[in-house]
């Protein structure tokens, strides 16, 4: 058997590994590279393999750094299944249409500009269409059902608590022509035991090989009462500067959270009565989803609803969720204070680029960041306080409050990502791989694996290979 990381290989996004057992070749994800613009386009259009040599895909939640360059593997000739949780299928449906999208509107609002430079035009890595195809190749099944997806390899999934549908995976494999025998489970992103929405990651089963994310390897996550105070004092101190806040959010997961918490807020009279819009199409589906899902719901959010009197987590009288072109064009003209959520998280594409452009230069705002920004993109250089950012190919001044607030990340913590770990038989486990993460976490956190007496922890580069026989 064979292991090959492809990538999130000391770096987060473009989740993607290769196990090769049994002449057959299983992907474990297949996510959209984001960073320097200048690779971006490379890497996420041109695979390190044959994408028609790939037999089957195993997708372990729906953000877009996990399952975004599915439709381009599928375009490049895979025709084998997606096996996923049925939530994640349903949320794949939302979130990869609205890649395509995005991707169809970014490049015709290139193009027009190349071609004012006589530059030839660029293509999408995969449009719309390229997406409909996917989604016949998706299967999803329920949590703790094991499943056969390739000749000696069974897969089932495990609760990672991260976002709806995340899940853990475990691979029984049996090699054919030696009888030897291993597990696999691949961590996919773990959530937090104390998450405000969602039911903390379970107990893993032993395992021989472990691949393990480590965003947050090197953190310890601001508490989610100490964070909703954080909030709180950001949007008030906003307001009496007559000033938007305006946050960049993944739309699953993080904007729920944030919906929540400001409708906890709203509930006790912490806040004034600011209007509230979900831009983002995505997050307005994927909202839906969740409201489909409340058996995975913490008891208590359930005890908020009861005792705060409210009729849902994701809706109270100040929140609009806006899907039209129009009404979000209106929000750049709004005089009075407001928040404004929208996507992407890292501010890499989608409607949060207009609502920054029109924002920035203006001091009384505020640009509040509560996700995770990879290296390179406009997320990230936002955050590490630029003086001038280039959006949509014209350069900004940034005189907007920028702050951060980490308690609201879906990612498990140190500690959380030890904990986890903490529960495999230290005498079975061969070999724990650390991906998904920047180098210095991942090295802090592998320290603290050895401690824990972790035998073997590898930090693998992309394209790194590991036998096992």
């Known amino acids: ?7 999130a290989a000391q770096e987060v996004t473009g989740s993607m590994h290769l196990i ?3 002449h057959q070749r299983i992907l474990l994800e297949c996510g959209f590279y984001q960073g320097r613009r200048a690779d971006t386009y490379e890497r996420n259009l041109n695979f390190p393999f044959d994408a ?11 953000h877009i750094d996990h399952s975004g360059n599915l439709p381009n593997l599928v375009k490049q000739g895979f025709t084998g299944n997606i096996w996923c949780t049925s939530a994640t299928r349903n949320l794949c449906t939302y979130m990869l249409m609205d890649s395509g999208h995005i991707m169809e509107k970014d490049v015709e609002y290139v193009n027009k500009r190349r071609r004012r430079k006589g530059e030839p035009p660029v293509e999408p890595i995969y449009t719309q269409d390229d997406v409909q195809k996917t989604f016949d190749q998706f299967i999803g ?10 000749d000696g390899v069974q897969l089932t999934f495990h609760n990672a608590g991260h976002i709806l549908g995340a899940a853990f995976v475990q691979l029984d494999i049996r090699e054919q022509s030696t009888g030897k025998q291993w597990r696999v489970v691949f961590s996919g992103d773990l959530g937090r035991y104390e998450s405000a929405i969602l039911n903390p990651p379970e107990v893993p089963p032993d395992a021989d090989i472990v691949i393990m994310e480590s965003t947050y390897g090197s953190r310890h996550h601001e508490p989610y009462k ?24 993944f739309a699953v997961g993080r904007t729920q959270e944030i919906v ?6 709203d509930a006790n009279g912490d806040i004034p009565e600011l209007s509230v819009f979900v831009d983002s199409p995505l997050a307005v589906n994927a909202t839906d989803v969740f409201r489909m899902h409340p058996e995975v719901w913490r008891p208590e959010l359930r005890e908020f609803l009861n005792d705060g009197g409210r009729k849902a987590p994701f809706d109270y009288s100040n929140l609009e969720y806006v899907r039209d072109v129009r009404r979000s064009k209106q929000l750049n003209n709004l005089a009075e204070p407001a928040i404004i959520i929208s996507a992407s998280g890292m501010a890499e594409s989608g409607r949060i680029l207009h609502h920054l452009k029109n924002n920035i230069e203006d ?3 505020t640009v509040l960041i ?12 936002l955050l590490e306080g630029a003086e001038r950012v280039r959006i949509f190919g014209d350069e900004y001044n940034l005189r907007a409050q920028v702050e951060v607030i980490e308690g609201y990340s879906a990612h498990a913590d140190q500690g959380g990502l030890l904990q986890w770990a903490g529960d495999f038989d230290r005498k079975r486990l061969q070999t724990l791989f650390l991906v998904h993460g920047e180098p210095e976490p991942m090295t802090t956190l592998a320290t603290k694996l050895r401690q824990a007496n972790v035998k073997q922890v590898e930090m693998p580069v992309r394209g790194q290979s590991f036998q096992f026989s």
């Open 1 to 7: 058997m064979q292991i090959t990381f492809h990538g």
């Open 20 to 22: 090769e057992v049994n």
């Open 52 to 62: 028609a040599s790939i037999d089957t895909v195993v997708l372990s939640h729906a």
């Open 141 to 150: 099944i329920g949590l703790h059902r094991t499943v056969p997806i390739a």
């Open 226 to 249: 100490s964070a909703r105070k954080h909030l709180r004092d950001i949007i008030n101190a906003t307001a009496r500067r007559r000033g938007k806040v305006i946050i960049p959010s």
């Open 260 to 265: 929540y918490a400001l409708n906890q807020l």
């Open 363 to 365: 001091p009384a705002n």
């Open 370 to 381: 509560v996700s995770f920004q990879a290296e390179h993109t406009l997320g990230r250089r």
